[in-house]
């Protein structure tokens, strides 16, 4: 019998090793930063994303995690500096809910367990100001209350259908809270868990509210910059305030006079007896502003801006500080195949790395190790097995250092400090972003003379084709995408961006792609390289694709991530899913892909920050190449048009042609950015003759493809 259980074990072992090399895992926390507080007793910066809750000593720079390892979401959480005290709330693996009250003198976490909340599912919660009871909205239109020092549940409100929970407290002396409902809003008291009172409300499903501190008075502010004043004791409405500013976090000040409004890029004083500005507190440059906390007595901001990272701003003296950048944010962009089997990960890339990851997809093993110094890391040389990173204490040069090893290949110095940068990947060109005081420029240098080849302040993304020959950046302030040469940084052509939401090039740099997204329709418009000719554009609003996108010449195919737990490849040819690869062990959506060279191995790393790696032999499967044909560059004008366009077609030399599907009658089709065809008239006329005119008068303002055959031109109607 023994005997038979063993052979039994070493199957199940040999099936689950076999098993295992098809995918394999390795387990992480990274994700961006959601919420920001301070401790002044401390000195401790309060940092949350989806995962964890960390603690930043501002004067040593040493981060400290306190949430569980095993927190799968980190939903809310509250800091109390009468209590000293940081209450937080999150869901584990298990699907169960835990209330922690962290001590930060003693340093010690306290944990509830909520009962009865495995079987339901929760959307929005909050936590009293005093730490004493959470809130939690749920399904089936209820709302939950537990009792904090031991996770009882003290009230479940049931709701009628269409309920809104959005929950927010008096600030610092009250344990009140508000719900919408439709058009009526409702606050209840947690110490008597009883209704208040009632009042007809304005209805925004994405409004919210803040009370003042008058006991009487709740104000709603919708999306759309409008204040709404109630008394919430009478059910009166008490006035409308347009403050002209689509708002993200409002802050009252204690007399209930002035409130400090946080926009997209910039900080306002609005005064509420004057119904004006006060001033002006603070502009950015970019509108990424995330997060936001002001504390009035110390007259101190903290915000964090997802262009550069952590700034502290004092309001008396205008003081600046902009001491964190990146070093926390836990924003792993970038998974890299390296040689031999492994994985290069960054523990936290971009951030004050200390360590970092290797996995082997053989036999997926996951080693960590420390760096000799903390670094900033931006990038994996792959063909080189080296990474490029700044060490803080030399913020203007930039370290070239062996993946395994971790001993130092090179050191470039640079005149301003370094924000970012990447290398090409022959490593013969190198950009950089840099800061000289409150501006940014972007320059290409050659390597590793550092010659400058191309130097602007607009550029905001940046990348190399992978055969080093072109480079494309965005200039978001001008609604531009340039497309470059790397030898010389002449430019080869432009297009317009404003709805651009991802380029890149193909695998051989053929073609250049750019993602276009409007009111949710996506497609795909391709051009040819070097002078970006347009060839075609594919509608793939239906295929529920996300960024990142590749495309492999050899097999004329696209794969993308979708928005789940999965990839997928497209032909382009047949216009058709060929296939779909699931991560079958983890069901979490991808947040990046990436592609081995040899195209046998995808890795991606899920929104939790897991990496998993996976085999996808066969998921690209070699087509019939499009005939290679002569070329023929058609032309349009007038253009811009109003009334009609002409496309001029050259003659026909003897031997020729342009494609069997151009016999006879020429196929012409136009199509607008979405990919959707309009119908227009012309007279069909043999390629051998002349020009074609098509009457585009009734075309609505836009841009515009114009399909001739098989090659694609554009054109603007006025």
Same mark, same amino acid.
């Given at each position: 019998?023994?005997t038979?259980?063993?052979i039994l074990?070493v199957i199940?072992?040999i099936?689950?090793?076999?098993?295992?090399?098809?995918?394999?895992y390795s387990?992480a926390?990274?994700?961006?930063?959601?919420?920001?507080?301070y /401790?002044?007793?401390?000195?401790l910066?309060?940092?949350?994303?989806d995962?964890?809750?960390r603690?930043?000593?501002?004067?040593t720079?040493?981060?400290?995690?306190i949430s569980p390892?095993?927190?799968?979401v980190?939903?809310?959480?509250?800091?109390s500096?009468?209590?000293n005290?940081v209450a937080?709330?999150i869901?584990k693996?298990d699907r169960?809910?835990?209330?922690?009250?962290?001590?930060?003198?003693n340093?010690?976490d306290?944990?509830?367990?909520?009962e009865k909340?495995?079987?339901k599912e929760?959307?929005?919660?909050?936590?009293s100001?005093?730490h004493?009871?959470?809130?939690m909205s749920g399904?089936?239109?209820h709302?939950y209350?537990?009792?904090?020092n031991?996770?009882?549940l003290?009230?479940d409100f049931?709701?009628?259908?269409?309920?809104w929970a959005?929950?927010?407290?008096?600030?610092?002396?009250s344990n009140?809270?508000i719900?919408?409902?439709?058009?009526?809003?409702y606050?209840?008291d947690l110490?008597?868990?009883?209704?208040? @009172?009632?009042f007809?409300?304005?209805?925004y499903p994405d409004a919210k509210?803040f009370f003042?501190?008058?006991d009487s008075?709740?104000c709603?502010?919708?999306?759309?910059?409008n204040l709404?004043?109630?008394?919430?004791?009478?059910?009166?409405?008490?006035?409308y305030?347009?403050?002209?500013l689509?708002?993200?976090?409002i802050?009252?000040s204690k007399n209930d006079s002035l409130?400090?409004?946080q926009?997209?890029?910039?900080?306002?004083?609005?005064?509420?007896k004057?119904k004006?500005y006060?001033?002006n507190?603070l502009?950015?440059?970019?509108?990424?502003?995330k997060?936001?906390?002001?504390?009035?007595e110390?007259?101190?901001?903290?915000?964090f801006?997802?262009v550069s990272?952590?700034y502290?701003?004092?309001l008396?003296t205008?003081?600046?500080?902009n001491?964190y950048?990146?070093?926390l944010t836990d924003?792993?962009q970038?998974?890299y195949?390296?040689k031999?089997?492994e994985l290069?990960?960054?523990?936290?890339?971009?951030k004050l790395?200390?360590s970092v990851?290797?996995l082997n997809?053989?036999?997926?093993n996951?080693?960590?190790?420390?760096? @000799?110094?903390?670094?900033?890391i931006?990038?994996v040389?792959s063909?080189f097995n080296?990474?490029a990173?700044?060490?803080?204490?030399?913020?203007?040069?930039?370290?070239?250092?062996?993946?395994?090893s971790?001993?130092?290949?090179?050191?470039?110095?640079l005149?301003d400090?370094?924000k970012n940068?990447?290398f090409?990947?022959d490593?013969?060109?190198l950009?950089?972003?840099t800061?000289?005081?409150?501006e940014?420029d972007?320059?290409l240098?050659s390597v590793?003379?550092?010659?400058?080849?191309?130097?602007?302040?607009?550029s905001?993304?940046?990348?190399?084709?992978d055969?080093?020959?072109?480079?494309?950046?965005?200039?978001?302030?001008n /609604?531009?995408i340039?497309?470059?040469?790397? /030898?010389?940084?002449?430019?080869?052509f432009e297009i317009e961006?404003n709805?651009?939401?991802g380029?890149?090039?193909?695998?051989?740099s053929t073609?250049f792609y750019?993602?276009?997204?409007?009111?949710?329709?996506?497609s795909?418009?391709?051009?040819k390289m070097?002078?970006g000719?347009v060839l075609?554009t594919?509608n793939?609003?239906d295929?529920?694709?996300?960024?990142?996108?590749f495309?492999?010449?050899d097999?004329?195919?696209l794969?993308g991530?979708t928005?789940?737990?999965?990839?997928? /490849?497209?032909d382009l040819?047949?216009?058709?899913?060929?296939k779909e690869i699931?991560f079958?062990?983890?069901?979490?959506?991808?947040?990046?892909?990436?592609?081995?060279?040899?195209?046998?191995?995808a890795?991606?790393?899920?929104?939790?920050?897991t990496?998993?790696i996976?085999k996808?032999?066969g998921?690209?499967?070699v087509?019939?190449q499009k005939e290679q044909?002569?070329?023929y560059?058609f032309s349009?004008?007038?253009?811009?048009a109003?009334d009609?366009i002409?496309i001029?077609?050259?003659p026909l030399e003897q031997?020729e042609?342009h494609?069997?599907m151009f016999?006879?009658a020429?196929?012409v089709?136009?199509?607008d950015?979405?990919?959707v065809?309009?119908?227009?008239s012309f007279?069909?006329?043999p390629l051998?003759?002349?020009?074609l005119?098509?009457d585009?008068?009734?075309?609505?303002?836009?841009?515009?493809?114009v399909?001739?055959g098989g090659q694609?031109?554009?054109f603007?109607k006025?």
């Amino acid at each position: 019998m023994k005997t038979i259980l063993l052979i039994l074990f070493v199957i199940l072992f040999i099936h689950i090793a076999e098993a295992n090399t098809d995918e394999c895992y390795s387990y992480a926390q990274n994700k961006p930063i959601k919420k920001v507080a301070y /401790s002044f007793k401390e000195n401790l910066l309060i940092l949350q994303n989806d995962n964890n809750l960390r603690l930043l000593d501002t004067a040593t720079k040493y981060v400290t995690v306190i949430s569980p390892i095993d927190t799968k979401v980190l939903n809310y959480f509250d800091y109390s500096e009468n209590l000293n005290e940081v209450a937080y709330l999150i869901q584990k693996y298990d699907r169960s809910y835990e209330y922690h009250l962290y001590n930060l003198p003693n340093q010690k976490d306290k944990r509830i367990i909520l009962e009865k909340t495995q079987e339901k599912e929760y959307f929005d919660f909050a936590i009293s100001f005093d730490h004493r009871f959470i809130i939690m909205s749920g399904d089936k239109n209820h709302i939950y209350i537990f009792r904090g020092n031991d996770g009882k549940l003290l009230k479940d409100f049931d709701m009628e259908s269409g309920l809104w929970a959005y929950s927010f407290f008096l600030e610092k002396n009250s344990n009140k809270y508000i719900a919408t409902q439709d058009k009526h809003s409702y606050v209840y008291d947690l110490e008597k868990l009883s209704l208040i @009172s009632s009042f007809k409300s304005l209805s925004y499903p994405d409004a919210k509210y803040f009370f003042f501190n008058d006991d009487s008075t709740v104000c709603q502010y919708d999306p759309f910059g409008n204040l709404h004043l109630y008394n919430y004791i009478t059910g009166s409405y008490i006035e409308y305030i347009f403050v002209n500013l689509s708002t993200a976090h409002i802050f009252l000040s204690k007399n209930d006079s002035l409130i400090l409004i946080q926009g997209d890029k910039q900080f306002d004083f609005y005064n509420l007896k004057k119904k004006e500005y006060v001033r002006n507190v603070l502009n950015m440059k970019y509108n990424f502003i995330k997060t936001s906390e002001f504390y009035e007595e110390e007259n101190m901001l903290f915000f964090f801006h997802y262009v550069s990272g952590f700034y502290s701003y004092n309001l008396k003296t205008n003081n600046l500080k902009n001491d964190y950048y990146y070093d926390l944010t836990d924003i792993n962009q970038d998974i890299y195949f390296l040689k031999d089997n492994e994985l290069f990960d960054v523990l936290g890339n971009m951030k004050l790395s200390k360590s970092v990851r290797l996995l082997n997809y053989s036999n997926c093993n996951s080693d960590t190790y420390t760096l @000799s110094i903390p670094l900033k890391i931006y990038q994996v040389l792959s063909d080189f097995n080296e990474y490029a990173a700044i060490d803080t204490s030399k913020p203007k040069t930039i370290f070239l250092y062996d993946v395994n090893s971790n001993d130092k290949k090179a050191e470039y110095d640079l005149k301003d400090t370094v924000k970012n940068l990447r290398f090409s990947n022959d490593k013969k060109y190198l950009y950089v972003f840099t800061q000289k005081g409150n501006e940014w420029d972007h320059i290409l240098y050659s390597v590793p003379d550092l010659n400058i080849i191309y130097e602007t302040t607009n550029s905001w993304g940046f990348y190399f084709s992978d055969n080093t020959e072109y480079f494309f950046s965005f200039d978001y302030p001008n /609604s531009r995408i340039y497309v470059n040469r790397c /030898s010389d940084g002449s430019n080869l052509f432009e297009i317009e961006c404003n709805y651009s939401y991802g380029s890149f090039f193909s695998d051989k740099s053929t073609y250049f792609y750019n993602v276009i997204n409007i009111d949710k329709n996506s497609s795909i418009v391709s051009y040819k390289m070097p002078y970006g000719s347009v060839l075609d554009t594919i509608n793939i609003a239906d295929l529920n694709l996300e960024w990142p996108f590749f495309v492999y010449e050899d097999y004329n195919q696209l794969i993308g991530k979708t928005k789940r737990n999965s990839f997928l /490849s497209y032909d382009l040819l047949e216009n058709k899913i060929t296939k779909e690869i699931f991560f079958e062990n983890y069901p979490i959506n991808i947040n990046e892909l990436t592609i081995s060279k040899d195209k046998r191995f995808a890795a991606a790393e899920f929104q939790d920050g897991t990496i998993g790696i996976k085999k996808i032999n066969g998921i690209l499967s070699v087509k019939n190449q499009k005939e290679q044909l002569v070329e023929y560059y058609f032309s349009i004008s007038p253009n811009p048009a109003t009334d009609y366009i002409e496309i001029s077609i050259p003659p026909l030399e003897q031997g020729e042609h342009h494609s069997a599907m151009f016999t006879g009658a020429v196929s012409v089709k136009v199509y607008d950015v979405l990919g959707v065809e309009h119908p227009v008239s012309f007279a069909a006329t043999p390629l051998s003759e002349g020009n074609l005119r098509l009457d585009v008068s009734s075309l609505p303002a836009g841009v515009y493809f114009v399909r001739v055959g098989g090659q694609v031109l554009q054109f603007v109607k006025m």
